[in-house]
């Protein structure tokens, strides 16, 4: 159990992208990491959470603690989600056997995807995955990525330029990554933002798709399905013809196969 | 004839502030949503440059934090300490505990006086408090001299951006207003032409005002001065010539030392408009000669803000408005949406504490993106405090019953994992067999201008199941 | 001070001992600002300028003999004399002597060379009066000068 890893899916993937899930389990496989995908915590909380119903979303992240506490590292497909487990898993008492230690604990062993392949694996490692894809692709990290977990500087920041994303699609062959007038604005998903704001998540959407498409990407890649759930909804709604892939599939050479 | 934003339904028929109403009638004007994201994003992109000029700029974000953190937790010290100093340097110190108390105190030197023309530089906590309409109604004549505000007044709006309070407005509309009000041609809609106008309109206004009324951007402890920092010069104007000047502060604005300046008037411009610094800085340390100088110092709910554990460091702003500029909602549904008068990300921290149910839609006008905390010179935590406001909003009940019923549904399901499959496979079924606009009725708000996600055959647990053969 | 603003002020102080957070100390390690002189070999007078410039401002950078004839040309003859703060905000242009020995490098440096105290008014002017509040278009001279030169004077 002590170097056991676990990969935690989170509901929407589940439910409607299990493709994406499917693909980072063959990532890591091939890179040699044995993984778990436990049963019995469907979610974190987040959603709820961040509607302003974080008292009644803590069994959730209670039962993911209980779930998670067992693995040493927690590997989830997701930036807003492990923002959220690494901010509040701490806030869960002792229940259920576990010690009020347990949910801090979990918080500290969560990571996130392409946070885990980069950190721990290395880029180095990640090209001998040897995947290829063959065209010009945009980059779109979610915001809780890209500003809660660090995957990449924030254009608002005085820091020396980093790019995790962007280093491991260096590990692909053929890929080409375009720049965008506005690197890492918002899409405008927000979980209920979505549709509580629906006029300005809509705008929003819809700009970052218009900068994307004027800077001649042929796709969208990203690390958060939610983004990509709501950019997708968009895109097909006006017919874009965007296709849209997460990290995940790129790396284990899936994009483009569906 | 396009909308004006001030307009839009900000106050819905419950008397609260309906910011998802305000954003939508925003965004019906497609171009001018368009025009307005670009004008700010302009700006953020200026204070880009800016900040990248500065070597070691995180640092000194950091120790402009932690000066205002170390003042406001020991803000009764620092209030006392600038009161002897200042009134030592021959100014009058007021205490305001709200907006009424502030109003009466200014009319109270005024009609003192028998002063009835009043010129204003820029300040957002008259604003708040409504002074203009308590004087007006009292025969005090109140020019607001800052050239944005000077057009909202006209204009009978508010501030639409605490820096720029007339972004939203596009030339042609402030030429119609000057064509209205100071007589310039019909169509004149250049702005150097229009500047020219107001620079000869506000100049009989100060030569005729018996006071002038500024801001206080930073109040020093150590030395009982104050600095004002504008770009248009129009608050040394009115401190040169009006017999008496009055300065309203928030109690908040009180920094411990001179040495501190340095720190903030180096992040303040840059953050707010990508200047290296404001074109004047003003160093008041006692009336000029025949003048009297009275300073007001006012609470207006920031005692309770800083009684709240959790949103205490709000009160860290320095006004610059980086977090309006940058935030991809402010930019889309313009400052009037926000029915506060300061409004985007620190707006919707600030305002709350004064009315939640009132405000309760602000803490949820986000998508918690974070942007706001990260250009913030003072490192305020905004996305974290939004992210707390929507708990609060909650716990007292100011959601719609609709809203709480659906979260606890899906929270019900979600920690059903079984149950969740369950309805997962009926969602994904019934996303397939059901007639595109069906499909998207159900789908409700989320349809209207997006499809929903393709429903796979098999959700992934699925999958693995029969793959990996998972425990059940 | 009025029975109730005195009893406004009570209430005020009382409340603010009442709120205030767990006490956070004082940094008082020096900013480690580097300077521009510092930082890219740029001499003081070169940034001074191009940040001048940068303001809207006209920097001219002249052997200290020629500054009265530089500033007799800019102020085309005028001589009254009145204060600093009494003249600027109403000239149409304003010109500024400084010796070159009394630049500084940042505004630490500055507030660590002057008593702010000294005057009761006291401004740092970075350009001429300025607006850009309809719709983002630069106006120089809203209020106040229209014009700001400063004479850099060399030894």
Known sequence: MASSVALFVPCYVDQFFPHVAIAALTVLERLGIQVDVPEGAACCGQPAANAGFAREGHSTIARFVDVYAPYERIIVLSGSCAVHVKQHAGEVAAHGGHADTAGAGVAERTTEFCSYLHDELGVDWIAGLGATYDGRVAVHIGCHALRGLGLAKPSELQVRPFDKVRALLGAVRGLEIVDLARPDECCGFGGTFAVAEPAVSTKMGRDRLRDVATHGAQALVSTDMSCVMHLDGLARRERMGLPMYHVAEVLAGTAGAR | ?472 | ?155
């Open chain 2, 1 to 472: 004839m396009t909308q004006r934003s001030f307009e839009l339904p900000v106050v819905g028929a419950s008397g609260r502030v309906d910011h998802p109403a305000a954003a939508a009638a925003f965004n019906a004007d497609v171009a001018r949503t368009e025009w307005h994201d670009a004008s700010l994003w302009f700006v953020r992109e200026k204070r880009d440059r800016a900040a990248s000029t500065v070597p070691g700029w995180e640092e000194l974000r950091a120790r402009a934090s932690a000066i205002k953190e170390h003042a406001l937790t020991h803000l009764d010290e620092y209030l006392v300490q600038f009161e002897a100093n200042a009134t030592r340097n021959g100014m009058q110190v007021h205490w305001a505990r709200d907006a009424d108390e502030h109003n009466r105190i200014v009319h109270g030197i005024l009609s003192a006086q028998g002063a009835s023309r009043l010129v204003k530089s820029k300040s957002m906590l008259t604003e708040e408090c409504g002074l203009n309409p308590y004087l007006e109604a009292r025969g005090i004549e109140v020019v607001d001299t800052d050239l944005g505000e000077r057009i909202v007044q006209l204009r009978g709006e508010g501030p639409s951006h605490i820096v720029m309070p007339a972004i939203h407005l596009r030339k042609e509309e402030v030429g119609d207003t000057f064509h209205d009000h100071l007589g310039t041609p019909a169509g004149l809609a250049e702005p150097n032409a229009l500047a020219a106008a107001a620079r000869e309109h506000l100049r009989q206004r100060f030569l005729a005002a018996d006071c002038t009324l500024t801001g206080i951007n930073f109040a020093i402890a150590e030395t009982g001065g104050f600095v004002v920092c504008t770009n248009e010069g129009n608050a040394d104007l009115g401190m040169a010539l009006a017999p008496i000047h009055i300065a309203s502060v928030g109690i908040e604005k009180i920094i411990p030392r001179v040495e501190d300046l340095g720190v903030f008037l180096r992040l303040l411009a840059r953050s707010a408009t990508g200047q290296a610094v404001t074109a004047y800085s003003t160093h008041v340390h006692g009336p000029r000669e025949g003048q009297a100088l009275h300073v007001v110092l006012v609470d207006n709910g920031r005692t309770r803000q800083l009684a709240r554990e959790e949103f205490w460091r709000s009160l860290k702003c320095i006004r610059c408005g980086a977090c309006m500029n940058t935030c991809p909602i402010y930019r889309r549904s313009g400052g009037h949406s926000y029915g506060s008068t300061v409004p985007g990300p620190i707006g919707s921290v600030l305002t709350p504490g004064l009315d939640l149910d009132r405000y309760a839609t602000l803490p949820f006008a986000s998508t918690l993106c974070g942007s706001c905390t990260a250009v913030c010179p003072v490192m305020i935590d905004l996305d974290t405090q939004l992210f707390r406001w929507r708990q609060r909003v909650v716990e007292n009940g100011h959601v719609s019953l609709a809203k709480r019923a659906s979260i606890d549904g899906a929270t019900r399901v979600l920690d059903r994992p079984r149950l969740f499959r369950l309805l997962g496979a009926v969602a994904r079924i019934g996303l397939r067999i059901l007639p595109a606009p069906l499909a998207r009725r159900a789908a409700g708000v989320w349809g209207r201008t997006r499809e929903a996600p393709v429903p796979p055959p098999q959700s992934f647990r699925a999958w693995y199941r029969r793959h990996r053969g998972g425990a059940a």
């Open chain 3, 1 to 155: 001070m009025s029975a109730p603003e005195r009893s406004a002020r009570d209430a005020i102080l009382a409340a603010v001992r009442e709120a205030r957070p767990p006490a956070v100390a004082r940094v008082e390690a020096p900013i480690a600002s580097p300077t521009p002189a510092g930082n890219g070999g740029i001499s003081r007078t070169d940034a001074f300028n191009a940040a001048g410039i940068a303001a809207g401002a006209d920097v001219t950078v002249c052997a200290r003999g020629d500054v009265a004839r530089i500033v007799d040309a800019a102020l085309g003859g005028a001589r009254s004399v009145l204060s600093f703060s009494d003249v600027t905000p109403f000239a149409a242009r304003v010109v500024v002597v400084v010796n070159e020995e009394d630049l500084v490098d940042d505004l630490h440096a500055a507030y660590a060379r002057i008593d702010v105290r000294a005057h009761p008014f006291g401004a740092f002017v970075a350009g001429p009066s300025k607006t850009a509040d309809i719709e983002q278009s630069l106006v120089i001279g809203a209020h106040g000068p229209k014009a700001l030169s400063i004479v850099v004077g060399r030894a």
